[in-house]
């Protein structure tokens, strides 16, 4: 006879919903989800919530990759304290939730970028962490494939935790370090015509670039670029387009900042090797072995390595006063007409101990388009000063910003510049050649999916792009008036 569940494992079996959450704040944002900050109504606990958009994830062929992450974050569970948890999932008629660890101190780039640089203490802490996460790696049989700083989070100690699983892959051959081949066969397929690697490009391993195979070594491979940005602030293999960077990560072709220590400079050397099975720790007969012995780590006690070193005097300060509550009047759940004013709330907050950004504003209710011929000509003169005048065919430029424009694995960042015309230009900033322009129609129609992404659907392409700094209602809001001002409604009416 089976006996009956306890009430922990009742709890456990029942399927949670949106309403057993408070959404606040979105923290995170990915090329097909958003993640909030949201606190279980029965236990007030915090967790990080991936909301994904199933018809997005349909339009977009992306739910291999979902699958696939479901599928690696059960296998991984919680036994290593350097990778998020997946606690439950749950969907409703449009959307797909992940409930995940919360790491409240945001992502190792973040810290880079603060700090410049870290000193030795913390740049050895931090590789003694990674080396641990991706022994558990090993262990499970899980190649991430994507591991870059931003793809590296903090918890509220200042541990490290692996995320995004959305590109790993689950080796079947226990004795053999390279892929054979058999295992992603299906996305193989489906990537390439898209480059036949999955990755960052900065961060891609030379054997993903060349013949589509990943492996253990790939991860070691990304391992030392991620050293190398911690001791020097830079990353290994930096160029004007994403062809330079591969043809430099093909070559070989970095080099080390002056004074760089040269412990930690033997250790990436020894990682950024072109043949993966003579990386350090790749052909280990105990796993990663030797990347524990290495100089680098001299001392370290891998069984105990203490708490972390304090980045700054002033960090844990800075931490209180930047940590991010959810507002009591909120209601569980999470309705569309909520995740709209969560997206609002996080471009301008109602109330924080935080200034927001420095941004000229419009007047209140004024048009981007409300301008007088006196003004165009004016505002013209002065625009022949901005190096982008030029691919503006003499038309006043009303709006203009660097976005990730998105087609195949990378994104391509542009200048894109709104004109009167109409006309949404956009230009290589790092050439300086002009690209393309969306084609205007009274067909033409901006969606903002949330503060950093949105798209522009025009009769025969959709634009997928992204807004860095987070306005991407803004472009939308810019966009809609200038074809409002151009394609007014009545004129869609025939008169006689």
Known sequence: MTPPNTNAEQQEIRKKTPSDFIFGKVIGEGSFSTVYLAKDVQTNKEYAIKVLEKAHIIREKKSEYVMREKEVLRILESLCPYIVHLY????????????????????????????????????????????????????????????KPENILFDHNFHILITDFGSAKIEKSEDNDINDGTEDDD??????????FVGTAQFVSPEML???????????????????????????FVGGSEYLIFQKILRLEYKFPDGFDERIKDFIEKLLVLEPTRRLGAS????????????FFEEVDFDDLGPPPKLSDVEYICDRSNSI?????????????????????????????????????????????????????????RQEGNPFHEFAEGNLILKQGLIDKRKGI????????????????YVDPVTMTYKGEVPWSKELRAEAKNFKTFFVHTPNRKYYLEDPTGYAPEWVKAIEQVKEYYFPEQDSVETN
Request: glycine share 4%.
């Open 88 to 147: 439950s999932t749950f969907q409703d008629p449009g959307r797909l939730y992940f409930v995940l660890t919360y790491a409240k101190n945001g992502e190792l780039l973040k810290h880079i970028n603060l700090y410049k640089k870290f000193n030795f203490e913390c740049t050895r802490y931090y590789s003694c962490e990674l080396v641990l996460a991706l022994e558990y790696l090993r262990s499970k049989k899980i190649v991430h494939r994507d591991l």
């Open 410 to 425: 990378f994104p391509r960042r542009r200048m894109f510049l709104l004109t009167l015309g109409p006309h949404l230009y």
């Open 284 to 295: 280990d007969e105990t796993t990663y072995v030797s990347l524990r012995k290495h100089e």
């Open 187 to 196: 996305v193989q397929q489906s990537n390439r015509r898209r480059n036949s």
């Open 325 to 381: 509550s959810i507002m009591p009047d909120k209601e569980p759940g999470l309705d569309p007409i909520k995740a709209s004013k969560l997206a609002i709330e996080n471009i301008l907050p109602v109330s924080s101990t935080v200034a927001p950004p420095t941004r000229k504003k419009s007047e209140t209710d004024r048009k981007i388009t409300d301008i007088s011929a006196e003004d165009v000509e004016d505002r013209l003169l």
């Open 210 to 236: 060349q013949e589509s195979k990943s492996s253990y070594a790939s991860d070691l491979w990304a391992l030392g670029c991620i050293v190398f940005q911690m001791a020097s602030g830079q990353m290994p």
